[in-house]
């Protein structure tokens, strides 16, 4: 049974940093992309960055605009976690995140919609102050 565990979140002020991390079991997806999804109250889930191996040396790793120069994501597939490193948070960036997998590479692109992701989180609530 696959299972993506969530950790990290919290309560911080705005300016803050937290690093949110998201563990595997049940199989391994060092081929396959892991991202992170956020959803607000009264909001969609929306993409919040994703990484995937390239098939060659490296990965390649995609964010939505709203976090790019704030958030990091990046993954240890010996411990088959998936990070999300969040830095100079806003209180727009309050949300529930949600971490996703794939399954297989339906496309050359990192998938940017939840129907690209086969399993997910429970989920962990992070809630910036101003």
């Known amino acids: 049974q696959v299972q993506l565990v969530e950790s990290g979140g919290g309560l911080v002020q705005a300016g803050d940093s937290l690093r949110l991390s998201c563990a595997a079991s049940?199989?391994?997806?060092?081929?396959?992309?892991m991202g992170w999804f956020r959803q607000a109250p009264g909001k969609e889930r929306e993409f919040v960055a994703a990484?995937?191996?390239?098939?060659?040396?490296?990965?390649?790793?995609d964010y939505a605009d709203s976090v790019k120069g704030r958030f990091t994501i990046s993954r240890d597939n010996a411990k088959n976690t998936v990070y999300l490193q969040m830095n100079s948070l806003k209180p727009e960036d309050t949300a529930v995140y949600y971490c996703?997998?794939?399954?297989?590479?339906?496309?050359?692109?990192?998938?940017?919609?939840?129907?690209?992701?086969?399993?997910w989180g429970q989920g962990t609530q992070v809630t910036v102050s101003s």
């Open positions: 996703a997998a794939e399954s297989g590479r339906r496309s050359i692109m990192i998938p940017r919609t939840k129907g690209g992701y086969d399993y």
């Open positions: 049940g199989r391994t997806f060092s081929s396959y992309a």
């Open positions: 990484i995937r191996w390239t098939g060659s040396i490296t990965y390649v790793a």
